[in-house]
């Protein structure tokens, strides 16, 4: 059975249980509504923030991003994700002429600047987190960054892309990020462990394993692209193996093809969206989360590190030889 057949028997069983629960109401009612508030104390809420961009109107954007902020915060959201490079709406690159791209570099904002400066803001006001996406302003070329705010409107997290996406030109020209940083988040239901991935980084199971490595317990993926089916899985499977919980927010239709998501350490789907723009709530409860890593199998229970140098070599077959979207030989070492 598919994951969406799943979900279907899920919601089945999920209505039975309702009904159930309601015929049980006169005698049990009282204790069941006591259970279900203090369970709500333990669940941590990340908003998926499906919205459509205007791209290269980095003013409308902001605006926008506000907005959505706000509704999260009224529906009970603790934590906030945009999709990648929210600030310029993640616009392409066509043209390789140096003017092209000097201009599309242009469009960059530094971290300390007016774009991120005012979601710090608004995440003190509205004490809930939130984790902005933005072109940011580098030394020699820009960073695809995703900054991590907390309710208190501190930045605790700051990541830049890791694999930029070399086959596509706008990344091409962007400086890649160093290291898979994690941050404790304090959220009001308490303190998380927070890492990042973005889009093509999920892709690379080494990113979510060092994220492992460095003690998260949540990764937040901002991601930009058309995702198959088998794209989404990828999520689960880095959830399931790496025994952390997974979300990810992507843009909607027409620009791509919406289906944000989110999974618990299990590798059990909380939540998928459609190609709609909306806010997708995920629910996830680190109670559970911290049992599942107690008792696993995954994550680091039974690794082998000494095992793998090859990892740690570059080397490998030639048929995975490339150029980048410059038409210049792909060397990893220089990325």
């Given amino acids: 059975m598919t994951r969406f057949g799943r979900g279907i028997v899920h919601q089945q069983i999920l209505a039975l249980s309702i009904v159930t629960m309601m015929c049980l109401c006169p005698i049990y009612g009282?204790?069941?509504?006591?259970?279900?508030?203090?369970?709500?104390?333990?669940?941590?809420?990340?908003?998926?923030?499906?919205m459509l961009p205007k791209e290269n109107d980095r003013q409308a954007n902001l605006v926008k991003g506000e907005e959505y902020c706000r509704r999260a915060a009224a529906m009970g959201a603790d934590i906030a994700l945009m999709p990648e490079m929210w600030s310029n709406g993640y616009s392409g690159l066509e043209d390789k002429s140096e003017e092209a791209i000097r201009e599309w570099q242009s469009r960059s904002v530094p971290r300390d600047g007016e774009f991120?400066?005012?979601?710090?803001?608004?995440?003190?006001?509205?004490?809930?987190?939130?984790?902005?996406?933005?072109?940011?302003?580098?030394?020699?070329?820009?960073?695809?960054?995703?900054?991590?705010?907390?309710?208190?409107?501190?930045?605790?997290?700051?990541?830049a892309k890791v694999h930029t996406c070399d086959f596509g030109l706008n990344e091409?020209?962007?400086?890649?990020?160093?290291?898979?940083?994690?941050?404790?988040?304090?959220?009001?239901?308490?303190?998380?462990?927070?890492?990042?991935?973005?889009?093509?980084?999920?892709?690379?199971?080494?990113?979510?394993?060092?994220?492992?490595?460095?003690?998260?317990?949540?990764?937040?993926?901002?991601?930009?692209?058309?995702?198959?089916?088998i794209f989404?899985?990828?999520?689960?499977?880095?959830?399931?193996?790496?025994?952390?919980?997974?979300?990810?927010?992507?843009?909607?239709?027409?620009?791509?093809?919406?289906?944000?998501?989110?999974?618990t350490a299990g590798g059990d789907l909380i939540v998928e969206a459609g190609d709609?723009?909306?806010?997708?709530?995920?629910?996830?409860?680190?109670?559970?989360?911290?049992?599942?890593?107690?008792?696993?199998?995954?994550?680091?229970?039974?690794r082998r590190p000494h095992r793998y140098q090859a990892l740690l070599e570059n080397h490998g077959p030639d048929v995975f030889k490339r150029n980048n979207a410059l038409d210049q030989p792909f060397r990893a070492e220089e990325r």
Avoid at 34 to 41: H, L
């Fill in 30 to 50: 009282a204790s069941d509504e006591k259970e279900t508030q203090d369970k709500e104390k333990t669940l941590i809420t990340v908003a998926l923030l499906q």
């Fill in 172 to 229: 091409a020209v962007c400086t890649p990020g160093e290291d898979f940083p994690v941050c404790e988040l304090d959220t009001a239901h308490g303190s998380i462990r927070v890492g990042a991935m973005i889009c093509y980084d999920r892709e690379q199971p080494e990113s979510a394993r060092i994220l492992m490595l460095n003690g998260a317990e949540l990764i937040l993926v901002p991601n930009a692209c058309t995702l198959r089916h």
């Fill in 116 to 159: 991120v400066g005012h979601f710090v803001k608004l995440a003190g006001e509205l004490n809930m987190a939130i984790a902005v996406t933005y072109l940011e302003t580098w030394e020699k070329a820009p960073r695809n960054t995703m900054a991590l705010i907390d309710r208190h409107g501190k930045m605790v997290l700051t990541y």
């Fill in 276 to 302: 709609a723009e909306g806010i997708y709530l995920a629910p996830l409860d680190f109670e559970k989360i911290r049992e599942n890593r107690r008792k696993t199998i995954w994550g680091n229970a039974f």
């Fill in 232 to 263: 989404v899985d990828q999520l689960q499977i880095r959830a399931l193996e790496n025994a952390l919980a997974v979300a990810m927010t992507n843009y909607p239709a027409p620009k791509f093809n919406g289906s944000s998501a989110a999974f």
